[in-house]
């Protein structure tokens, strides 16, 4: 497709279990963000990568989180022994360079409800 | 951390009217970019102006501006029920790394 596609659109799991979320950017894109946001409040970012390497993952809020991108397209956002205040839409975004250079794409996001 | 604080937090107008949300920001910035978001859905770029520019008009958008009171307006004239969202601003400073960082949003909401 032409936008960014994110999967799954819905997760619902258990407290304790681990957790992936895809993100495919537009083709093309090298940068590519994650964001978490939460009901009722502004997207908070959690990692950039520019193609392979993460160039910012100050926004990760602990070491249960961790993202990937290993061919510069892709990206998965991993959390393991998931919590309930990891409940929350994730968002991703790409853009064709950095943000300098204008605007993000962003997916229609996944809902995760951890129970 | 958010760097930006939209105004108001929720608005209420009636189709026709103009709506006028507030940003204000911390740091100096590259740009200033603003985004609408629709209730579960992602986030869709409306208009991005550098800090060069005081003021840019897109449509029915004009966006204004103030670096030196680290502000920014979004006007949206005649309004639409499908104007009803969630409006966010967004910065990009040299001290960001490289991110855009988002405001809390303003809730609109145009009755027909």
């Known amino acids: 497709g032409a936008g960014v596609s994110q999967t799954p659109s819905n997760k619902v ?30 997207p908070e970012f959690l990692i950039y990568f520019q193609g392979t390497g993460a ?61 | 951390s958010q760097q930006g604080e939209e105004d108001p937090q929720a608005l209420s107008i009636q189709e026709g009217e103009n709506a006028t949300m507030n940003c204000s920001y911390k740091t100096s910035i590259n740009n200033l970019q603003w985004y609408r978001q629709n209730s579960g859905r992602g986030l869709v770029h409306l208009i991005l102006i550098r800090s060069n520019e005081r003021e840019k008009h897109s449509g029915r958008l004009r966006v204004t501006l103030d670096t030196s009171k680290k502000s920014s307006s979004l006007l949206i004239t005649a309004s639409r029920a499908a104007d009803t969202a969630s409006y966010f601003c967004a910065t990009d400073s040299d001290n960001q790394g490289g991110k855009l960082i988002f405001g809390q949003g303003t809730e609109l909401s145009v009755k027909p």
């Open chain 1, 13 to 42: 799991t258990e407290k304790g279990k681990y957790v992936e979320l895809r993100c495919d950017p537009i083709s093309g894109h090298t940068a590519l963000y994650w964001y978490r946001q939460s009901l009722g409040q502004g």
């Open chain 1, 55 to 115: 160039a910012d993952d100050s926004g990760l809020p602990n070491d249960r989180f961790f993202a990937v991108r290993p061919e510069g397209s892709v990206s998965t956002l991993k959390i393991q022994r998931t919590e309930r205040g990891d409940s929350a839409m994730y968002l991703c975004a790409s853009s064709f360079q950095g943000p300098n250079t204008g605007e993000l794409f962003f997916g229609e996001g996944s809902r995760l409800t951890v129970l």
